[in-house]
Protein backbone atom coordinates (compact mmCIF):
# COMPACT_ATOMS: atom_id res chain seq x y z
CA UNK A 1 0.00 0.00 0.00
CA UNK A 2 2.56 2.51 0.59
CA UNK A 3 4.26 1.59 -2.82
CA UNK A 4 1.58 1.94 -4.53
CA UNK A 5 0.63 5.36 -2.75
CA UNK A 6 3.93 6.31 -3.72
CA UNK A 7 3.38 5.27 -7.51
CA UNK A 8 0.10 7.21 -7.82
CA UNK A 9 1.85 10.63 -6.40
CA UNK A 10 4.32 10.23 -9.51
CA UNK A 11 7.70 9.10 -7.92
CA UNK A 12 9.67 6.09 -7.58
CA UNK A 13 11.50 5.20 -4.24
CA UNK A 14 14.37 3.36 -5.25
CA UNK A 15 15.40 2.00 -2.22
CA UNK A 16 12.96 -0.29 -0.51
CA UNK A 17 14.42 -2.60 2.12
CA UNK A 18 14.03 -3.51 5.60
CA UNK A 19 16.59 -0.76 6.79
CA UNK A 20 13.79 1.26 5.61
CA UNK A 21 10.78 0.07 7.30
CA UNK A 22 9.48 0.59 10.87
CA UNK A 23 6.63 -0.48 12.91
CA UNK A 24 3.61 2.25 13.85
CA UNK A 25 2.37 2.44 17.21
CA UNK A 26 -0.31 0.18 16.27
CA UNK A 27 2.08 -2.96 15.01
CA UNK A 28 1.62 -1.80 11.14
CA UNK A 29 4.58 -1.34 8.61
CA UNK A 30 5.62 1.96 7.49
CA UNK A 31 7.83 2.79 5.16
CA UNK A 32 10.54 5.30 5.40
CA UNK A 33 13.39 7.22 4.00
CA UNK A 34 12.11 9.14 0.59
CA UNK A 35 15.77 10.56 0.15
CA UNK A 36 15.80 8.37 -2.78
CA UNK A 37 12.88 8.71 -4.40
CA UNK A 38 12.60 10.64 -7.85
CA UNK A 39 9.84 11.86 -9.81
CA UNK A 40 8.34 10.11 -12.79
CA UNK A 41 7.76 12.31 -15.89
CA UNK A 42 4.58 12.02 -18.31
CA UNK A 43 5.12 8.57 -19.42
CA UNK A 44 5.81 7.16 -16.05
CA UNK A 45 9.55 6.48 -16.44
CA UNK A 46 12.67 8.03 -14.99
CA UNK A 47 16.06 9.12 -16.29
CA UNK A 48 19.27 8.78 -14.28
CA UNK A 49 22.51 7.85 -15.14
CA UNK A 50 23.18 7.08 -10.99
CA UNK A 51 22.56 3.59 -9.48
CA UNK A 52 21.00 4.58 -6.31
CA UNK A 53 20.30 2.34 -3.98
CA UNK A 54 21.20 -0.44 -1.82
CA UNK A 55 23.55 -3.02 -3.30
CA UNK A 56 21.42 -6.41 -2.57
CA UNK A 57 18.56 -4.91 -3.52
CA UNK A 58 18.82 -3.06 -6.71
CA UNK A 59 17.16 -4.11 -9.55
CA UNK A 60 18.88 -4.66 -12.89
CA UNK A 61 17.18 -1.63 -14.82
CA UNK A 62 18.74 0.42 -11.82
CA UNK A 63 22.50 -0.92 -11.93
CA UNK A 64 22.74 -1.10 -15.34
CA UNK A 65 21.82 3.07 -15.56
CA UNK A 66 25.07 3.57 -13.78
CA UNK A 67 27.16 5.82 -16.21
CA UNK A 68 24.77 5.61 -19.00
CA UNK A 69 21.20 6.72 -19.40
CA UNK A 70 18.69 4.80 -17.23
CA UNK A 71 15.27 4.84 -17.97
CA UNK A 72 12.83 2.57 -15.69
CA UNK A 73 9.53 2.91 -14.02
CA UNK A 74 8.18 2.20 -10.73
CA UNK A 75 8.91 -1.61 -11.72
CA UNK A 76 11.94 -1.69 -9.67
CA UNK A 77 10.30 -0.95 -6.52
CA UNK A 78 8.44 -4.45 -6.96
CA UNK A 79 11.88 -6.17 -7.66
CA UNK A 80 13.33 -5.29 -4.41
CA UNK A 81 9.86 -5.99 -2.73
CA UNK A 82 10.78 -9.77 -4.15
CA UNK A 83 14.52 -9.52 -2.47
CA UNK A 84 12.85 -8.34 0.63
CA UNK A 85 10.65 -10.97 0.65
CA UNK A 86 13.08 -13.87 0.20
CA UNK A 87 14.96 -12.71 2.65
CA UNK A 88 12.93 -12.58 4.97
CA UNK A 89 11.29 -16.38 4.10
CA UNK A 90 14.69 -18.19 3.34
CA UNK A 91 16.57 -15.87 5.68
CA UNK A 92 19.52 -14.34 3.24
CA UNK A 93 19.47 -12.33 0.17
CA UNK A 94 18.48 -13.80 -3.12
CA UNK A 95 21.89 -13.07 -5.04
CA UNK A 96 24.57 -12.30 -2.03
CA UNK A 97 28.24 -12.79 -2.82
CA UNK A 98 31.31 -12.29 -0.92
CA UNK A 99 32.05 -9.12 -2.85
CA UNK A 100 29.84 -6.11 -4.89
CA UNK A 101 30.84 -6.88 -7.91
CA UNK A 102 30.01 -10.72 -7.51
CA UNK A 103 26.36 -9.68 -5.87
CA UNK A 104 25.98 -6.95 -9.27
CA UNK A 105 27.17 -10.18 -11.42
CA UNK A 106 24.06 -12.46 -10.06
CA UNK A 107 21.65 -9.93 -10.59
CA UNK A 108 22.27 -9.08 -13.60
CA UNK A 109 22.33 -12.99 -14.63
CA UNK A 110 18.83 -13.14 -12.34
CA UNK A 111 17.35 -15.94 -14.72
CA UNK A 112 20.21 -18.14 -13.92
CA UNK A 113 21.09 -17.11 -10.44
CA UNK A 114 17.77 -17.32 -8.57
CA UNK A 115 17.73 -20.31 -6.68
CA UNK A 116 15.57 -21.72 -3.75
CA UNK A 117 17.41 -23.90 -1.26
CA UNK A 118 15.81 -27.19 -0.59
CA UNK A 119 16.42 -27.21 2.63
CA UNK A 120 14.34 -24.59 3.49
CA UNK A 121 10.07 -25.17 3.12
CA UNK A 122 8.24 -22.76 1.54
CA UNK A 123 4.76 -22.25 -0.68
CA UNK A 124 4.42 -22.64 -4.18
CA UNK A 125 3.04 -19.46 -3.95
CA UNK A 126 5.57 -17.76 -2.27
CA UNK A 127 7.51 -18.66 -4.60
CA UNK A 128 5.74 -17.92 -7.54
CA UNK A 129 5.49 -14.42 -6.03
CA UNK A 130 9.22 -13.63 -5.32
CA UNK A 131 9.76 -15.27 -9.04
CA UNK A 132 7.24 -12.78 -10.01
CA UNK A 133 8.55 -9.67 -8.50
CA UNK A 134 12.56 -10.76 -9.33
CA UNK A 135 12.30 -11.22 -13.46
CA UNK A 136 13.11 -9.38 -16.46
CA UNK A 137 11.44 -5.85 -16.07
CA UNK A 138 9.06 -5.70 -19.07
CA UNK A 139 7.18 -8.96 -18.02
CA UNK A 140 7.59 -8.23 -13.96
CA UNK A 141 4.38 -8.61 -11.58
CA UNK A 142 3.44 -5.15 -10.86
CA UNK A 143 4.37 -3.59 -14.46
CA UNK A 144 0.83 -3.46 -15.04
CA UNK A 145 -0.31 -2.02 -11.63
CA UNK A 146 -0.99 -3.25 -8.45
CA UNK A 147 -4.12 -4.60 -8.92
CA UNK A 148 -2.40 -8.07 -10.37
CA UNK A 149 0.07 -8.17 -7.35
CA UNK A 150 -3.51 -7.54 -5.30
CA UNK A 151 -4.97 -10.74 -7.01
CA UNK A 152 -1.81 -13.33 -6.64
CA UNK A 153 -2.56 -16.41 -5.06
CA UNK A 154 -0.12 -15.74 -2.11
CA UNK A 155 -2.70 -13.33 -0.95
CA UNK A 156 -5.88 -14.66 -0.76
CA UNK A 157 -6.89 -15.84 2.73
CA UNK A 158 -9.96 -15.61 4.97
CA UNK A 159 -8.60 -12.91 7.10
CA UNK A 160 -7.47 -9.70 5.32
CA UNK A 161 -7.15 -8.61 2.04
CA UNK A 162 -3.94 -5.94 1.23
CA UNK A 163 -6.76 -3.16 0.79
CA UNK A 164 -8.17 -4.04 4.34
CA UNK A 165 -4.88 -5.24 6.52
CA UNK A 166 -4.95 -2.11 8.32
CA UNK A 167 -7.99 -3.08 10.03
CA UNK A 168 -6.75 -6.33 10.81
CA UNK A 169 -4.84 -7.03 14.15
CA UNK A 170 -1.14 -6.97 13.65
CA UNK A 171 1.08 -10.04 14.60
CA UNK A 172 3.39 -7.76 16.57
CA UNK A 173 2.73 -4.63 18.64
CA UNK A 174 5.01 -2.32 19.97
CA UNK A 175 5.11 -1.74 23.67
CA UNK A 176 5.12 1.99 24.46
CA UNK A 177 4.83 4.21 27.31
CA UNK A 178 4.15 7.30 25.03
CA UNK A 179 4.51 8.77 21.45
CA UNK A 180 8.05 9.67 22.67
CA UNK A 181 9.07 6.39 23.65
CA UNK A 182 12.73 5.59 21.73
CA UNK A 183 13.11 2.10 23.89
CA UNK A 184 13.04 -0.08 20.51
CA UNK A 185 15.78 1.77 19.03
CA UNK A 186 19.18 0.49 19.81
CA UNK A 187 21.46 2.73 21.71
CA UNK A 188 24.62 4.18 19.53
CA UNK A 189 27.61 4.58 21.43
CA UNK A 190 29.80 7.48 20.39
CA UNK A 191 32.48 6.49 18.36
CA UNK A 192 36.07 8.39 19.42
CA UNK A 193 38.40 5.93 17.78
CA UNK A 194 40.26 8.20 15.16
CA UNK A 195 39.26 8.35 11.66
CA UNK A 196 41.05 5.88 9.01
CA UNK A 197 42.00 7.07 5.70
CA UNK A 198 41.80 4.86 2.73
CA UNK A 199 42.39 4.62 -0.96
CA UNK A 200 40.08 6.75 -3.48
CA UNK A 201 38.23 3.57 -4.68
CA UNK A 202 36.49 4.26 -7.77
CA UNK A 203 32.93 4.33 -9.07
CA UNK A 204 31.02 1.27 -9.94
CA UNK A 205 29.97 1.80 -13.17
CA UNK A 206 26.65 -0.49 -15.00
CA UNK A 207 28.12 -1.00 -17.85
CA UNK A 208 31.73 -2.67 -16.46
CA UNK A 209 29.54 -6.17 -16.61
CA UNK A 210 28.89 -6.62 -20.12
CA UNK A 211 29.66 -10.33 -19.84
CA UNK A 212 27.52 -11.90 -16.96
CA UNK A 213 30.14 -13.97 -14.63
CA UNK A 214 33.22 -11.63 -15.18
CA UNK A 215 34.00 -10.46 -11.74
CA UNK A 216 37.75 -8.72 -12.07
CA UNK A 217 37.58 -4.92 -11.36
CA UNK A 218 40.35 -2.61 -10.76
CA UNK A 219 38.84 -1.42 -7.59
CA UNK A 220 41.74 1.72 -6.94
CA UNK A 221 43.04 4.15 -8.62
Same mark, same amino acid.
Given at each position: ????????? &??? !? +?????????????? !??????? *? #??????????? +??? #????????????????? *? *????????????????????????? #????????? &???????? !??????????????????????????? +??? +?? &????????????????????????????????? %???? %???????????? %????????? #???????? !????? &?????????
Amino acid at each position: MSLQAIHSL &GFV !H +RDVKPDNMLLDSTG !HLKLADF *G #TCMKMDKDGLV +RSD #TAVGTPDYISPEVLQSQ *G *GEGVYGCECDWWSVGVFLYEMLIGD #TPFYADSLV &GTYGKIMD !HKNSLSFPEDVEISNEAKSLISGFLTD +RTK +RL &GKNGVDEIKRHPFFINDAWTIDTIRQAVPPVIP %DLNG %DDDTSNFEEVEP %DDSPEESFP #TVKAFVGN !HLPFV &GFTYCKDYQ
